[in-house]
């Protein structure tokens, strides 16, 4: 029994009418995304990096060499509002993890670029994060991992095919 189980048959206790089996899954989903965040704040930390600063050099970090991409694309990637995105990049530039240029294949437009400090610092912070995720997750064996996040897919396929 978990502080989960003795909510889940509290509410049973008083209110047998409804069927509260939803608490026991999402319950342990809340908390565990508490101690993820905590985890990710915490790597970020030490690699004195907010989560929207890892975000934004991670997007541009995924899209390979030579890790750019148009502030649309960064803004697709992120899900944050253009001119969130053009205040994220300013701030970023500032510190010297990004740069502006031109885009090659569009002289009108501009490209976001990581630079070697902010590759080194996104990569740090990403090693960082994975050693603390794998902790979250070493109760579980390898195929309880792969059951449990294919199982967590089949859950968010109902939001993605909404977007």
Sequence with gaps: MDDVDAIVEAWKRERPDLDVQPLAVLSRVTRLA??????????????????????V???LRRAGAPYALSPGQLTTATMVTSGTMTNRVDRLEARGFVRRAPDPRDRRGVRVELTDEGKRAVDGAFTDLLKREHSLLEALDEDERTELAALLRDLMRQFSDKS
């Design 57 to 59: 050099l991670a997007a």
């Design 34 to 55: 508490r101690h993820l965040d905590d985890a990710r704040t915490e790597a970020f930390a030490q690699h004195e990096l907010d989560g929207w600063e890892f975000d």
